[in-house]
């Protein structure tokens, strides 16, 4: 028997006029990217599939099948929410789902990383430098991501590198052609706050620096800015760490995801250098846990559970079991 208090709980989730089909997306704004994700996952099992990568095909088609979560307290909105808390991840690599997750875990790493750089290094600057070369083969792209990572080095190495730490991710867009790949560096460098009235390197001196390294026989495009010194640059780790390729280029079209995952076969995503080392080595790791804290919400006042399912014909998440450790109160609802 389900109490008063619980009813109470679940009618706030739970409208009686969709009582039948509850969607996670509708229920839960903030769960909303779930669908769009699985989605996507169930293309790329395909392609994993077209490939012959039966393996990799049958882990991401089962990957996050069911969700459970939690209702918890929010600690702003004092009301409650969905705290995802047990999920199955296939952690294949190019999973959209696992892919997703792996990129939030990551942020909220180099978020916790963050204040302990600034505490130590309070008067110091941020650049933020994107390194390009023109579009390459993608059956040359591994050959090219390794050219890249040389070059890199050979500009970190630079006496005129102004940077004593950083943190740079390789990003690969599809060519516009649907054939080609263009791989590109985004960075963070930290500097010292003199770096501005001496050693400062202007757009022009970046190109012909990432020219000489590339050994390239054109200036190649690249973009360089400063973070402003009471700005954070908190928004713009979370664009190096945000993917390596976005979804939407993954799904496009099988026989380039093929080639794609067989050209980054043990490639590393994020990188990170000098004094930063100490801060955010996580970020060069597979983050064990990808289900995430939640600083957010406050203590989980009861211990409801509602389960949702993906559900292959509609693409959405259903919630399909609700349960009340309280009250040993359990519900079905399976639609899927
Ligand atoms: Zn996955």
């Not at 190019?94 to 008067?123: F, G, N």
């Not at 890249?148 to 060519?175: D, H, M």
């Not at 289900?291 to 292959?312: L, P, Q």
Request: glycine share 4%; charged share 30%.
């Amino acid at each position: 028997m389900s109490t008063d208090t619980d009813s109470a709980r679940l009618t706030f989730i739970i409208h009686p006029s969709n009582a039948n089909e509850v969607f996670l997306g509708e229920i839960s704004p903030q769960d909303k990217p779930w669908d769009k994700h699985r989605k996507n996952a169930e293309i790329i099992s395909s392609y994993y599939k077209k490939g012959g990568m039966d393996r990799y095909a049958k882990r991401v088609d089962l990957c996050s099948r069911n969700l459970d979560f939690r209702l918890v307290d929010d600690k702003y909105r004092g009301q409650k929410r969905l705290k995802l808390f047990s999920a199955q991840f296939c952690r294949v690599r190019h999973c959209p789902i696992c892919q997703w997750r792996r990129s939030l875990m990551w942020k909220a790493k180099a978020y916790e990383a963050l204040p302990k750089v600034v505490a130590d290094y309070p008067t110091y600057r941020w650049l933020f430098l994107t390194l390009t070369l023109k579009n390459c083969e993608l059956t040359d792209l591994r050959d090219t991501l390794t050219d890249i990572n040389r070059a890199f080095k050979r500009l970190t190495e630079l006496k005129v590198f102004p940077g004593i730490g950083w943190v740079k991710s390789i990003e690969v867009t599809r060519g516009r052609d649907g054939q080609s790949a263009h791989p590109h560096i985004h960075c963070l460098i930290l500097v010292k706050p003199s770096y501005f009235a001496q050693g400062y390197l202007h757009k022009k001196d970046w190109i012909a620096l990432w020219q000489q390294c590339l050994r390239l026989n054109y200036k190649p495009i690249l973009d360089i800015q400063a973070i402003h010194a009471d700005k954070s640059p908190v928004g713009l780790i979370a664009e190096i760490l945000k993917y390596q390729c976005k979804e939407s280029d993954l799904c496009a079209d099988a026989d380039w995801f093929i080639e794609y995952v067989h050209q980054m076969h043990k490639t590393r995503a994020v990188s990170v250098g000098g004094v930063l080392r100490g801060y955010f080595k996580a970020l060069e790791e597979e983050p064990e846990d990808l289900i995430g804290k939640d600083d957010e919400a406050g203590d989980s006042s009861d211990e409801t559970v509602m389960t949702f399912r993906w559900n292959t014909r509609i693409k959405k998440y259903i919630l399909v079991r609700i349960t009340s450790c309280n009250t040993r109160n359990v519900q079905y609802k399976d639609t899927a």
